[in-house]
């Protein structure tokens, strides 16, 4: 069995903090990520400095278009400040009193930016929200089952700034139309295509495969602070940049997120992704075992939706567990210690469980969550939950 991880205690227990494991993916309401040690290294170094931040930017699109064969790049706040900036450059070009005049003031621009009815999210928040930020007005093509070329191609008008592309889990996972499909029907109309690619491993496939803007999330897979990477064809992606003047301004990045960022993609590069997978696999291998020993769980590995290269173990709660998917998470939650697992579509039956963001000796942790839930002789208030949202906990913040 693996060393359990060091906590840093220390900084727990000042701010009156309670340690959680994360079974359920990199998760915002979490803390985002597990930050490399070479970018907490970068952070720590250049935050005392003095720097010049278009050079220190300068040299991220350097980066940045290295790993992801993009033109140019640059680091933002997060994925959805990356995209509004991406929208509102699609809008506004170089026009530097267009862009401060958003987003409410968009005479003479174009404004309307295209999604797929399947592509309509919520990622924390809504992802229409990030184009209105903008200034943008939302085009929905199609419906939520099926989104066909006349429907892309009838939606662009000369006041089309965009197409917004979503690769999630959280979109439809069929039905819409590919990458290519609409790139080929917006750039023969001269219109870009924008993906948000928030949580994907894949740094090079969406430009090469002719998205003209790209955004990353830097605190997903790639373990950094908590930020975003725009990449793209350089006009595009200047313009996005030139946003910092603008609506940009309430979504500002600090040197210490740019360095960390930049130091993150580093590492990535020299990760060792075949020893993450084993220790992933060995973590899958452990909770299938526990849960298909259990009365009433029924589990199996799948992969990842959108094709990154994991895979997640499946949960299926029966009846005869006494639980429900919902109450069984929401019991695993309110355990000592928490253990959160992923149950965004938990009202179908099942949860997962995510190796990704494990400590090591935690996922011996989640392992006997499950037991420890499923074996007990009562069943908790709540176990037969039907509803995973509960507004009520976030309306009484910050009691
Ligand atoms: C996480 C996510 C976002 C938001 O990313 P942040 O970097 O947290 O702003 C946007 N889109 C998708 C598809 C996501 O998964």
Redesign the pocket.
Known sequence: MAQPHQHNSDIRSRLGLRQVVNASGTM?FLG?SIIVPEAIQAMSEIAPEWIEMDDLQRKASATVARLTGAEAGFVTA????G?SMAIAGAMTGTDLLAIERLPDDTTGLKDEVILQVGHF?N??AP?DQSIRVAGGKVVLAGTVSSVQPHHVANAITDKTAALLY???H?AALYGMLSLEEVCEICHAKGVPVIV?A??EYDLKGFLARGADVVIY?G??FLSGPTS?LVAGRKDLVRAAYLQNRGIGRAMKVGKETIAGAMAALDAWEKRDHAGIRAREQAALDLWLETANGLKGLKARIVPDPTNNPLDRLEVTVLPESGYTAVGLARTMAAGEPPVIVRDHEAELGHFYLDPCNLHPGEAEVVSQALRDALTSETRPEGAMATTRKNPAAALSWPD
């Open positions: 915002t985002a997060c994925c959805a400040a995209i999210v990622y924390g992802i979503v690769v999630t959280h948000d928030a949580s999330s605190h997903k975003g």
